[in-house]
Each structure stands twice: as C-alpha cells, then as structure tokens.
C-alpha cells in the first residue's frame, strides 16, 4: 500500500530570535518583512512570528554570493593579484 507522509509542520520564531540568530538588529528583520524579502505571520492581534526555513533561506555562501557578480566590500587596495 501507499506510504502515507505527514506534512512537515512550519516552525516559527520571534523577530527577536531570528535576529539574535542572524547577528542581526530587529529593525533589519522589520525591513526585510517591509521589502518582500522575508514572509512575517501574525498569531495574535501583535504577535508577529517568521518562518524559521524562510529565515535560514536568507543566508548565502559567500562563494555563491560573489559568483553572482555581487560587489566586493574589500577596497581595491586589499585584493590580491589573480
């Protein structure tokens, strides 16, 4: 017979947590939420809650962030020869 899955439950974190966890102020999490880059989700009239997935999504390589042309934040002077 077919295998029945459960749907994996979403987990939801605090601004506050996903903050702490991205060395992040809280008002960054806001703007992110403000920009479309991060879903928010209110459980209560002023509680607001972030997918923890969603957060961790976020979060890019270095290598993968620098190979899509993204500028570098080293002066010029600091770069080495290739």
Known sequence: MGEHTT?????????QSAAE???VDTRTVRRWIAAG?????????RLIRVDID?????????ADFVSRGAPSIAPES???PV
């Open 7 to 15: 749907p994996q439950r979403r987990r939801y974190e605090t601004l």
């Open 21 to 23: 966890r991205l060395a």
């Open 37 to 45: 880059r991060l879903n928010a989700y209110r459980t209560g009239p």
């Open 54 to 62: 969603e957060v961790d999504a976020l979060l890019t390589p270095v």
């Open 78 to 80: 600091w770069r080495f």
